[in-house]
């Protein structure tokens, strides 16, 4: 064989396995760039996503049905879930619920005890006084919240996981897993795209959120940061969190609020004065490998305030921002180097 038609067969070779690369990455990874996007309604809030792959769609509507199907199971406003069955029960019979909400109690008990109560789901029975949200917002008589207040002890409320029941101590007591469900509400829809073969996926649930998988270009997910002075209506970002995997919740005041007599009432109250909290911040996002968690540590850890909800977020091996109302950005060690901030009103706290 000629020395030129070697070279034709080298170069011949050497093209084909060029193009069989080629073709594998775009296999591999080009076919990520199919998206499906889709927005629904559910635990009060709009459910966004953003599923990539030849999966995305199916994906996308299981995990729209395990968020529906949570809600059915945890949210106290809905006649036969099991919250409200464990809420009509308060002082007399233990209830049997499903696996995933006793999953929820025991996480959110564990939650309370660390944060000494800073969370604590039974307090329903003074935040529905306030009904934030609601229709009939409004400030309520001291002396209701003092009549309440002594209802509101997860102490109180048992649960045994063995036998998959629960029981609140005392009649008037109630459960309000909404600290904790648009978390949860996270994990089913990333559980949901892992099982249903999606590339990869983003869901936003009110102020969590969460990521499977990696993004085609290998690149991190960018999540924005809520700048908490900007309104519903025109909601804008103050930084974004550079994350490859996990879930990201963020707690404010500006969720759901009203004014008056000049004075801000917030929805995120302190379990042991049934009164919004007012520490100094003015937005905590926790960032965590568990949706419900980030949640529940978001709502802890801005009852605590910063120094004290520094150290649960350390105690938990999980990370987060602090903005108090001097608009300083206080962060976790182990989050610096992916978080940056976008807004020239704020500024990091050691500048």
């Not at 990521?211 to 924005?224: C, E, L, P, Q, Y």
């Amino acid at each position: 064989m000629g020395k030129n038609k070697k070279t034709i067969v080298l170069l011949s070779a050497l093209l084909a396995v060029i193009i069989a690369l080629l073709l594998f990455i775009w296999i591999k990874y080009g076919q990520k760039a199919q998206s499906y996007e889709c927005t629904n309604f559910a635990m009060g809030t709009y459910v966004q996503q953003t599923v990539y792959g030849k999966n995305g769609e199916a994906a996308a509507k299981a995990a729209a049905k395990k968020i529906g199907d949570l809600e059915d199971l945890i949210s106290w406003r809905i006649d036969g879930s099991d919250i409200s069955k464990l809420n009509e029960a308060a002082g007399s019979d233990w209830t049997k619920l499903d696996a995933k909400t006793i999953a929820l109690l025991q996480k959110s008990l564990e939650v309370a005890q660390k944060s000494n109560g800073a969370f604590d789901p039974t307090i329903l029975p003074v935040s529905s006084l306030w009904d934030f949200g609601g229709k009939n917002q409004h400030l309520p008589a001291k002396e209701e919240i003092n009549k309440y207040i002594k209802y509101v002890d997860y102490h109180n409320l048992r649960v045994n996981a063995t036998d998959s029941s629960a029981s609140l101590k005392l009649h008037y007591m109630a459960v309000d897993l909404g600290g904790i469900g648009k978390g949860a509400a996270c994990d089913e829809a990333v559980a949901a795209y892992k099982q249903a073969g999606a590339d990869c996926g983003i869901v936003a649930v009110g102020g969590s959120v969460g990521v499977f998988g990696t993004k085609a270009d290998r690149s991190a997910w960018h999540i924005a940061v809520r700048d908490p002075v900007s309104s519903e209506e025109k909601s804008a970002s103050m930084g974004s969190i550079d994350l490859t995997s996990g879930f990201v919740s963020t707690s404010g005041p500006y969720e759901k609020n009203f004014t008056k007599n000049g004075v801000l009432y917030h929805h995120l109250l302190n379990p042991s004065t049934g009164y919004p909290e007012n520490n100094g911040l003015i937005s905590v996002t926790v960032v965590c490998d568990n949706g419900a968690l980030s949640d529940a540590l978001s709502t802890a850890c801005f009852v605590l305030g910063r120094e004290k909800g520094m150290a649960l977020l350390k105690a938990y091996g999980a990370n987060g921002i602090f903005i108090d109302n001097a608009n300083k950005v206080y962060i976790t060690e182990n989050l610096k180097n992916n978080f940056k901030i976008n807004e020239k009103r704020y500024t990091y706290a050691d500048e």
